[in-house]
């Protein structure tokens, strides 16, 4: 799996391809993410439910999403970035979607 070697080999902690360090500037993608859901939550479903965030990184999306009382799951191939979210309680998985199983939009 090739094309995926990028992401599995530390990208949140390096200069060259990813982020040198991707902690520095949380409040900003907190920020950030917030702001996308204010202008996303009126397009949503009335009864929150499960929610899917794709290459989730340290979870911060994830974060407002819990917050706002959504059943958040991600996927993270970085193995560093998911150990944290899985000591975190996120249900979390490190596989790319064409090999996870969410739970997301199932009736479980």
């Given amino acids: ?3 995926y070697i990028l992401v599995y080999d530390n990208y949140f902690h390096r200069a060259l391809h990813g982020y040198e ?3 520095l500037t949380a409040h900003l993608r907190i920020k950030t993410f917030k702001r996308w859901y204010k202008t996303i939550v ?3 479903l009335r009864e929150k439910g499960h929610a899917l ?3 989730c990184a340290a979870g ?3 974060d407002v999403l819990k917050k706002d ?7 993270e191939l970085d193995k560093e970035i998911y150990a944290s ?4 309680g996120y249900d979390v ?4 979607l064409e090999n996870s199983s969410p739970r997301t939009g199932t009736n479980s």
């Fill in 60 to 62: 911060y999306f994830l």
């Fill in 1 to 3: 799996m090739k094309k």
């Fill in 85 to 88: 979210l899985v000591q975190r």
């Fill in 42 to 44: 009126p397009y949503c």
């Fill in 21 to 23: 360090n991707y902690e």
């Fill in 93 to 96: 998985y490190d596989q790319p």
């Fill in 69 to 75: 009382g959504w059943l958040a799951e991600g996927i």
């Fill in 53 to 55: 965030d794709i290459g």
